[in-house]
């Protein structure tokens, strides 16, 4: 399932079945992994889904939960969590989500934070 948020990379989604797929796991620990704040998901679009790109080498993204932590302490729903990590970021030079699969959590915290 492809969606799209305004002015930025089209999203690949998974469904809570297709995650759970995805890592290994029951649906039940996935969900547990939400609340937990290791993946953030969405319903803009039917059923809840969570990003693809938040799952790498069948695991969750690593630097994704405290990062996640800094946008919701600056008042992001998870929505916004996620239309901010997939829209381009003129600081960064390129959507969060792409800095973060590169290894620059710091730089990607550090310009989330700013943003309260």
């Known amino acids: 399932m492809t969606g799209e948020n305004a002015a930025s990379t089209p999203i690949e989604w998974l469904t809570l079945p297709e995650l759970a797929e995805a890592l290994g796991e029951t649906l039940g620990r ?21 990003p693809a790109a938040f799952v790498v080498d069948g695991a969750p993204l690593s630097s994704l939960r405290g990062t ?18 997939f829209a381009p970021e003129d600081t960064i030079g390129m959507p969060p989500i792409e ?13 989330a934070r700013a943003l309260a």
């Open 30 to 50: 996935v969900r547990s992994m939400i609340d937990d704040r290791q993946f953030v998901s969405s319903r803009r679009e039917g059923p809840v889904k969570v």
């Open 99 to 111: 800095a973060l699969l590169q290894g620059r959590k710091s730089e990607v915290r550090r310009v």
């Open 68 to 85: 996640l932590f800094v946008l919701h302490d600056v008042g992001f729903t998870d929505d916004e969590a996620i239309d901010w990590l």
